[in-house]
Each structure stands twice: as C-alpha cells, then as structure tokens.
C-alpha cells in the first residue's frame, strides 16, 4: 500500500467528490412526460393549484338529502322524502338543488348536489317508486368526500430533489400535470481498463480474464435511474491510451467519467500515474475496504472516479462514495436504499480506521431478520454478491460489532 | 354491494388468475443482452461453463515461491531466493517455472506460476538487486486465490424464473456469456374507462376529474420491468365502446387488459355488465379493502383485469392480486417487495373476512422500526400513498393487530 497516509474516509470522500460535482457539472433541467419520470429526480416545487377533489363527492351510492329532514326518522317512523333527480360522476351539482323534502339519486364519486349536506346509502333506505323511506338519521357530512380532503389547494405535492414514484405521477395526474420539470440524466462514460480483459462472448486466451467489473457499474448506474450511461470498452494500462479515452470522452460531453481497473500499485496499474502527471487530485485512496485504492480528480475538467478493477470494490466505491455524493449533491430525498434492522449472526471485527462494506445474506426467523455475514475473503468475488441480500457498514471509528447486536443492512434493489 | 358472497379471498384470487395467465399467455424467450437484463425473468438455467478464477491467482502483490524453501526463515536467519522473473494479470503460467532458490515476482490477480504454491507478500520481503530476502515462512497457498474459489465449473449462476439484478449480470459476464434467455415481456394494454375522465394537460371542465389511476397502474407495471406496456386512453362508461376497445388491444396482440374504473355497481358502470355478456368470468369481487370490485375475465380468449377506479384501490388490485399472480405463474425469485419488521403505533381492526391494505408511515427509533397507519378513509386518497412508506396486509383470517405487534410492512420501491 503506497503513502496510505494520504487516505481519507469515506465521508470525506463523499463530501469532496460532491462538492467537485457541483462545481464542474451544470445539470440542466428537462420537461418529462409524468409517465416517464419515475426514478427521475424533479427540480422543482410542485403544489396543487386546487383541491382534490374539487367539490364535495359522494362516498356512496345513495341519496343526497338535507340532514335537518331526517332528524326523527326510524324504524318504525320513516321518514318520506321524494327523488327529485340523479347525479352522476362528473354531473353538474348547481343543476338541480335539493329542497327540503326532496333528495337526489347520487352514484359513488358524485358531486354533491346543491342544497344538500349529507347522503344516505342504498343500504339505509327503501325505495317506493318515485320516493324513498329513510329509517335513520343522518348527521351533516355523512358519506361525504370534503373537497380538499385529499389534496389541498397550494399544498406540496413534490419537493425538488424528489425520486419520483409512481405515487407522485398519480398525485400530479390528478391536478392535471401530465410534465414535470426535472433534472437532466448525468451523462457517464464508464471505461474499463486492463491488458487481461477479454469481454464476455469473446473467445479467452491463456492468462486474460473477462471484463465483469465495468458491468455491475454500468446495470447499477442504469437501474438507479439518474444517470445517461455510455460504456466505452476496454483500454490498455498505458497511460496514454487511459488519457486518450479520457479525452474523447470529455469532447463527446461526459459530465463524468469512472474507470474501472487499473488503480493498483503495481507497475502495470497506469492510473496512479496518470493522477500524478495530468490531473488534480480530489483524493487518492480512501480507508474503505474492499476499494482502498479509489480514487478521484479532474482531468481536462471534468471529474473522473476511479474504481478498482475487482467487482466487489468497485461496487463499494459506487455505493459508499460516488451515489452518496450524488444525493448530497442534488440534495435528493428517496434515494437511500432499504434499510432492514437485523441480528448479526456473527462478531464482525473491524480493521481500525478503515469503512468496511459486508455482504449479508438474512434469514428471518420469528419476525426478526438475522444477518450472516459473507466471510469469503477477496474484492473479487462476485459470488458474495450472489449468494446475499444486502451489507452492512462497519464504520471506520468503531471496534466493530458484536454477535447478537442489532445493525442496519442495506437491501440490494 | 351486490352479491357479495360471490367473492372469493385475495389468495384464491391470485391461484385463479396466475392458472388462467399461464394457460392463455405464451410467453416465448427472447435472447438479450447481459447489460439490459437486469429486472428481466431468467427463461433458462445458466452454469459457469468453467472455473472463477480459471487458475490460482496472486491475491497480492509480492513474490511467488515455493512454501518449502521459507521454511525456517526468520527475521535473523533470512532466506534468500534469486527473482527470476515476473508476471502480470493476464500473463502466462507455465512459461517459466519456480525452481528450488528461485522466486517470481507477481501482481495481484497474476496467475502463479508453475512450481510456487505460496505467495510471499511485498511486506514481508526485502529486495536486493536481482534477489529478496525472506523474513518468514510462508505456508502452502498462502495469499493464492484458488481456481474456482470465486465460481466453481458447473455450479449455478441463473436459476428459471430469476429476477436478474446487476450482480448476475457481472457473474455472467465473468464467465464470458453477453446474452441471457429471459421471457418476453408481457405485452400489457390498460385502458381507462369513464365518463367523468379528463387527462392531464386538458382543460377540466365542471364535474369532470382528471383521469389518475391508470398512471399509477401505468408507471408501476413500467417499473416492475417485465411489462410491455400500453396506455390505450380514457373510454366512456357504454359496454359497446369497453368491448371495442378490449378488441381492438386483443387484436393488436395484448397479453393482458387492464380496465381502470367501471367497476362499480352503480348504473354507470359498465364493467359488471360486460362481465355478466361478453365474458367468461375468472372472479367477481374479491374480499379485500380498497378493491373488493375487482374482477378479472376472459373476453375473446384474452385474460382481462378489471381494476377499480379509485386509484388506491386500483393500486391494491395490482400489488395483492395481479403481482403475485405473475409471480407464481412465472415462478419468479427476487420478485418480492422488500419487507421490514415495523412495530405498529396503533390498533389495525380487520373487517372479518376481508383482506385489508393498509399504508403505513415508518419511523426509526433506537433501531426500531415503529410503523403509523394512515387513517384517512377512501379509496380515492392519493395523498396517503405520497406520505407513506409502505403497507401492512391484513389478513382476512384475523382480527387485525394489536398496538405494539411486531408487523411485517412492505416497502414500496
């Protein structure tokens, strides 16, 4: 490990990564249809500009009446009272009034006619041709759907820097919204580097390996939605070749650029290089196991994260510091994974001052989750992605944690 | 509600669909891409067709060797071993050998060469010139990844009816396959019906409501990624124009229709109508709260799911009904939402014999989840699916649950 004494935490890699890119990447916003925004995160505020519903509704198929004209009615004492009309749905409330004595025919979901203060169900009266018997009182507002009850008017509908889901499309359909302002997908070039890597479907020669790391990148960037994902293939170690990828993705308009591999000590690892002689540094190693050797900085201006080569830390170094940095950057809310509170199977000992992120696999058992941590040793081994349902981070200031203690896991999503 | 001992529960809901789903859609493979199969279903089982690694692997940086020759070594008694070469990642095993006195400087992920079985690690060494000095003994398969350690020839990667996530396609991708068997998507048209619908973007005009549920239906379908989905628009409450438009969809080739609103028993719905005409029923009314109208049909051999009109409800049909449906029919592992264990802040009665919904807030408390339902009454509350995090299911075999019970809550994603 060369100058590990340069490494910093994993916040303080979130927060310096972050703050880069705010700086170095202008995120305009686009007009979406709301059919096509969630996982989109909107950039602006949104209230809506009436209430819904708009007028008071019937909650009931029933009979619209004025409270005051039921009082005394029961069983024995109906009271009569003569159906003046029918609303439906969508029908016109101030067209026929209910006076007293009278009652309109409502159907579930319309308005409630003019006059009128309270309705009785279908179940409640008795129909005698052109009158209907009511056998209970009815208190004013019964079976009414107050306008505004569900949303009032200029109330929050979307904060900016909501995730959106399909909840808010629903909300913003209702009040009319068929667009909404969001942030444009960031555009990211992902590069893989190594002289081993063959991609998958290509025939192996003796001593190279496929290229998988750069694919958990790429599907992950994809399934969180934000991101305009262009994966540009396989580059030698050669720091020249490394730049010139760089390069031409910076001219294509990346906002930014990950590499994959390529960030080990070893004299074939180009990129520590390459940090050295063309690009400021925003950090060089981070006290993160796996993924100790990620790194970040800008090159021609524009900020490029670099991961490890080995799957499960370049995984770490996405989810522990490039997505963090992302939410705090654009302040967006939602964007957290699922978090589950389960029992650790196992004491997990930590590595003093360095974050560690755990695969676990749960089991429940009595409705409680029970976490068994992944102990195969290696960054490279997928199968620990596999074989588990979410991690764990241990953080860098503690001992660890014990056997039996209760610690949050995130769920893979 | 009109015959309501006609209704069948939740579970015999979804058993009756998921057999009519699997006996009326055909659902062929189609082969994709690794990079755009995650959340697509697995069709087929797919085995490493080789080991990962293929061969042993340096887990570090440092020198190859054989255990036998450190023997003995210690900080005053060093062994010393002449460097006779080196080897990369990607570089070739059997070119030079590790003789007796010899050591072979590796890279992490290089292979090891012939003759070492051990991996002394650059800490432990001391180089002079062309030789290094051994400070101690290291065991046999000391810092060796073992061939297959990672994924073992023939082992599982893909099981049928997997939902696939990043991770599998990086274990795909490690072992050299760039396409997946996965089923088609299932080409879904949902329609919504009713008079009183405006869609977004329109003016609304007195009485009228813009159209909300089928976006909600829309969107989720779209995010649960093994839809092909179609909105059709807003068809009025008249039997004739519903048929037409199923007929049109079943013409175009729809797996599954999906009618939202109409499913009322009041004159102006039009969807029992058609059930009781043109249809051979699969189910009518189902004992669940939001939802109980919900049917599901054939029309013109074609399954069709007629969900309420009230988004809530509508949103309850999918995610109890038509959801674990296609789960089951498929077969699919991965498919559930994700669950926390949430003590309840508040008595949640059960209507007997009914299978309730209920959407609940979730507050974290000393590592405890302590879940609030949302009260508010109808169907038609859109605001409670904004200010939520998830949902209880009441099963409709209980009682309901006490204040403090520890409740499963499913997490919308």
Redesign the interface.
Known sequence: MKRPETFISVNEAKIKLSKVLSERITLEEELVK??D???RVSSRLVKAPFN???VNLS?V?GYAVRSLDTIGSSTFTPVELVIKGVL??????DEVCVEPGFAIRV???A?IPCGANAVVMDEDVKVQGDTILVFKPVAPGANI?LKG???SENSV?VEPGTLI???????????????LHVYRKIRTSIIAI???L?????P?S????????A??I???L??DGIFQVD?TGIVPDDTEAILDAIKREVSKGSDLIITVGGT?????DKIPELLEEYSSPIFRGVRMRPGRMTSASVVLGRPVLSLS?F?VAA?AGYELILRPAIAAWLNISGFER????AYLARRLPNISGYTSIVRVSLAVKN???YAEPYM???S????S??RTHGYIVVPEDTEGFEEGE???VY???
Chains 1, 2 share one sequence.
């Not at 063959?198 to 290509?202: A, K, L, N, Y």
């Open positions: 709301i059919v925004s969630p996982g819904r519903p708009r909650a198929d439906k749905p969508g029908g016109d409330p159907h579930t979901g308005p759907i009850e569900d949303i509908l889901r399909p909840a808010h499309v629903t909300a913003l359909a209702s009040i009319g919204v068929n667009a190594g002289d081993e063959v991609e998958p479907g290509h192996l003796k001593g190279k390996e496929y290229n998988s790391s694919y958990i790429y599907t992950q994809v399934r994966y080990g000590v070893s004299e074939t080569g799957p995984w699922p978090v589950v509170y409705g409680k989750y195969l040793r290696g490279g081994v997928i199968s992605l596999l209760e610690v949050p769920i893979y999503t």
